[in-house]
């Protein structure tokens, strides 16, 4: 593929490369699902040569809403399914945009909840989610996009720290099994939030959990590592790389 931007006429997923397994040598690192594109997706086909590991040949790109980073699995088929196209960059929307946004937001997340689905890491246009892809899916869905990941949805540049007694519906809470954030849900309210979480923590989907000591199941299990909560206060605008 040319470099250039190009929107997408079918849903495709990009792919990252499994660092953790043998860093010094790209034919035997894993690729791994990273994000997912939806159709009408902008995408920024970078400069470079492809790189090549083992039957697969990988084209870096960026996609444009979001500013994410990775890789397209190249072959003729792309041709057919990405369209270029200019890509005008949005404005930042503010609080008040956003308020106003929020029960839309909300219902996004119960409907999704409502169709069987699981926890897929790099999920991103469901029914299966990760759960930093839930939370962008969900702002998404009203044209507020926010950061791929929950580190970087917990970072200043969308986001403000609220204090427990201030938390409103619509507000990130966010989790910490060690320095790094690693989970994201959002508040419901009344002390209750939803998220989409993995087996390993008592549940394989969607689902609401209480945020208290007091809470069974999976939520019991996360309240120990619960991190901070923030309030989204403007949508992200990225740089678009070259």
Not at 30 to 46: D, I, K, P, W
Not at 111 to 123: F, H, K
Request: hydrophobic share 35%.
């Amino acid at each position: 593929m040319n470099p250039g931007i190009y929107t997408t006429r079918v849903s495709l997923n990009l792919y990252e490369l499994d660092a953790t397994k043998n860093p010094g040598d790209l034919e035997t690192r894993l690729l791994e699902l990273g994000t997912q594109a939806a159709s009408g997706r902008y995408l920024n086909v970078l400069t470079g040569p492809p790189i090549k590991i083992r039957k697969h040949e990988l084209i870096r790109v960026q996609l444009c809403e979001d500013g994410y980073v990775g890789f397209l699995k190249s072959g003729e088929y792309l041709k057919k399914v990405l369209k270029r196209k200019p890509y005008r960059r949005k404005r930042a929307l503010g609080r008040a945009e956003i308020e106003k946004a929020i029960p839309e937001v909300l219902a996004f997340l119960f409907e999704a909840m409502q169709t069987p689905n699981r926890y897929l890491w790099g999920g991103t246009i469901g029914p299966n989610f990760d759960c930093s892809g839930f939370v962008q899916a969900a702002y998404a869905s009203q044209g507020i996009w926010l950061p791929r990941d929950a580190k970087e949805q917990c970072a200043d540049q969308c986001t403000q720290s609220v204090k427990d007694d201030e938390v409103q519906a619509g507000d990130l809470v966010f989790f910490s099994r060690s320095d790094a954030i690693d989970h994201v849900g959002i508040h419901l309210g009344n002390g209750f939030y939803i998220h989409s979480s993995g087996v390993e923590f008592g549940r394989d989907g969607i689902g609401i959990d209480r945020l208290s000591k007091k809470a069974v199941g999976a939520g019991a299990n996360y309240f120990p590592i619960r991190d901070d909560s923030r309030r989204v206060w403007s949508s992200l605008v990225p740089e678009l790389r070259s």
